[in-house]
């Protein structure tokens, strides 16, 4: 019986400081012209309040699976 992948949530989005993973994981945040400005390890909270405003790329690993997730920044 495999384990059934839970669904990664992220919350509240667009933010304008905190966002929320409903599980702890590993974070590559990407702006728009791909450059990777934050990586971050095992965590469930991520502070963006230092980026500008504008979208951002989540590349976010669980059970050495990649899920991309976008996210507005206020």
Do not use: A
Request: charged share 25%.
């Amino acid at each position: 019986s495999r384990k059934r992948l839970k669904e990664i949530n992220i919350y509240p989005n667009p933010t304008s400081d905190i966002i929320n993973i409903n599980q702890f994981v590993d974070v590559w945040v990407i702006n728009t012209l791909g450059d990777m400005i934050i990586h971050k390890t095992n965590i469930n909270v991520l502070d963006m309040s230092r980026l500008s405003p504008g979208v951002y790329n989540l590349q976010i690993m669980c059970d050495n699976k990649i899920v991309n997730k976008r996210i507005v920044k206020k």
